[in-house]
């Protein structure tokens, strides 16, 4: 079964009360379904900023992008959560993954640890978190019976966690190295850690959403010359490679639209969420696919 399109924007910019309720207005005004808020240092408080972007709208969904897992504890998490859900009158949409910048845990003064360390808390974080909000006693507690899950991540040992706990299953599509810096993936490689990923969750009794963080969006004639900017940063890649990235929405509007169902067709992705400088970049191909 194919599923419907969904699409989300992760706004990243703190602004004072009524641009950030304007920016929101925004988003649900170009057709997004989703508005969501990452959890990094130096961006706006995920919670707080979704509550306000619930009271400027009124259809979207909200959602953490992710939060980063290191930051919390069960507990306070569980708080936050049901709070959070209750007033947005039950639209909240839970994103969590490891998180993949040091220097923002030692900011914090938190530990970092290693990869394996990292899964292992947000296994920890995914399990405890859901027993304390199915406990009859539970106070404050969600609208929703469950707040869907989101949990993103590529390596092996997320795509298990993922598979089996996930109600959206989001793909970065990109690796990270060292100090925090990702590095996109090509299609080959994304597409076997989307099979991977299928073979894991293949006992599901339901299928998980797919997402895709799409990172680049340009509608133009002359996607080389747009891409050209880009290609330092992934001197890996050929020009061509970069165009056919998953997450590169370069080209007219026909070829992104067309490629958008491709993608879908290809890998499952009906969840996608662009960054908040492209909101207005991506509206159209949103319009366009809304029409089909």
Partial sequence: MVRSFRFGVNLMSLAPADEWRAKCRRAEELGYDVILAPDHLGMPAPFPALVAAAEATERPR??????????????????EVATTDALTGGRLELGLGTGYVQAEHETAGLPWGSPGERVDHLRRTVEELGRILDSEGQQPRPVQERVPLLIGGNGDRMLRLTAEHADIAAFTAARTRDGGA??????????????????????RAEPAELNLLIQIVTVTDDPGAAIQPWLSHIPHLTEQQVLEMPIVLVGTLDDIVERVRAQRDRFGFSYLTVLEPNMEAFAPVVARLREA
Wanted: glycine residues 10%; proline residues 5%; neutral net charge.
């Fill in 182 to 203: 990702l590095e996109p993936l090509a299609a080959e490689e994304l597409g076997e850690r989307v099979a991977l990923y299928r073979k894991l969750a293949a006992g």
């Fill in 62 to 79: 909200l959602g953490t992008f992710v939060l980063n897992a290191g930051f919390w504890n069960p507990a306070l998490l569980a708080r």
